[in-house]
C-alpha cells in the first residue's frame, strides 16, 4: 500500500475562505503531483513539482497555488474558495523510474457553498 | 478529438463473467500504458502496466495492447464483487500521463 497521506478528506467551506489541502509522503519521491477529479471526467493535472523548490502549473488552469520546501509536503492552496472549486483533489507521487507510475493519495473532496 | 477514448459504462456483469475494458488513443508516441483501480471515495492505485505492445497478465488481470489499433485492453477472469470498481487507462509519452474517463463496473454475487 502506498504511503501518501491526504488531508483532510472531506472540507465543506463557505465562499472566499482560504484553504489549505496537505498531502505527504513516505516513499522519498522526487515527484508530486495534483490531480482535479470531476464526475465523469479525466483527471486532470493541475501542478507538479520535480523537487524541492520547484513547482509548475499543469494542462488544467487552476486559481490554486502550490509549494514544495520538502521532499514529503506539497499542500494546495486556494486563497479565495468559489463554488466552481468544488471538485475532488487527488495528491499522487512517483519515483520516476519506468513507467513512472503514480501513487495516489485518497483525495480530498472539497465542497465550496 | 481526446487523446484517450474510454467508455464511461456503466457495465454490469453476474459473478464469474469475463469483463472486457478497453480504450482507444491518438498520440502513437505512447510508450506506457498502464490500468488504474478506483474504488468509491478512493485514490485509484495502480493494477498493472506494460511497455510497447503485447500482452501481461497478473492473477484473473490480462492486460494487452495493440498499437497498430491504438487500443488497450484489460480482461478480468472470473469477476468477483470485490471488483467492483472505477477502471481508469492512463498512458504515458515522456512525462505526460494521460488519463481515460474511467469505466464503472459493477459485478453482483
Known amino acids: 500500500e502506498a504511503d501518501i497521506y491526504q488531508t483532510p478528506r472531506y472540507l465543506v467551506i463557505g465562499t472566499g475562505k482560504k484553504i489549505t489541502l496537505e498531502c505527504s509522503q513516505t516513499?522519498?519521491?522526487?515527484?508530486m503531483y495534483w490531480y482535479q477529479q470531476d464526475p465523469g471526467m479525466e483527471l486532470h493535472l493541475i501542478h507538479y513539482?520535480?523537487?524541492?523548490?520547484?513547482?509548475e502549473k499543469g494542462d488544467l488552469s487552476s486559481e490554486s497555488t502550490v509549494s514544495r520546501i520538502r521532499t514529503e509536503h506539497f499542500p494546495l492552496t486556494l486563497e479565495s474558495a468559489r463554488p466552481s472549486h468544488t471538485s475532488q483533489y487527488l495528491c499522487?507521487?512517483?519515483?520516476?523510474?519506468?513507467?513512472?507510475?503514480?501513487?495516489f493519495g485518497e483525495g480530498s473532496r472539497l465542497t465550496v457553498l | 478529438q481526446k487523446e484517450v477514448e474510454q467508455d464511461p459504462g456503466p457495465l454490469s456483469v453476474p459473478e464469474g463473467a469475463i469483463v472486457s475494458l478497453n480504450c482507444t488513443y491518438s498520440?502513437?508516441?505512447?510508450?506506457?500504458f498502464m490500468w488504474y483501480r478506483q474504488y468509491s471515495r478512493k485514490g485509484p492505485e495502480l493494477l498493472m502496466y506494460?511497455?510497447?505492445?503485447g500482452n501481461k497478465e497478473d492473477g484473473r488481470f490480462t492486460a494487452q495492447v495493440d498499437k497498430s489499433s491504438k487500443y488497450i485492453s484489460l480482461f478480468i477472469r472470473d469477476s468477483q464483487p470485490s471488483d467492483s470498481a472505477t477502471y481508469l487507462c492512463?498512458?504515458?509519452?515522456?512525462?505526460?500521463?494521460?488519463f481515460g474517463k474511467g469505466t464503472t463496473l459493477s459485478v453482483s454475487s
Open positions: 499522487a507521487s512517483s519515483g520516476g523510474l519506468g513507467a513512472g507510475e503514480l501513487f
Open positions: 516513499m522519498g519521491h522526487d515527484k
Open positions: 513539482s520535480y523537487g524541492v523548490n520547484s513547482t
Open positions: 498520440n502513437s508516441a505512447f510508450q506506457y
Open positions: 506494460t511497455y510497447s505492445s
Open positions: 492512463a498512458m504515458r509519452a515522456g512525462t505526460a500521463l494521460i
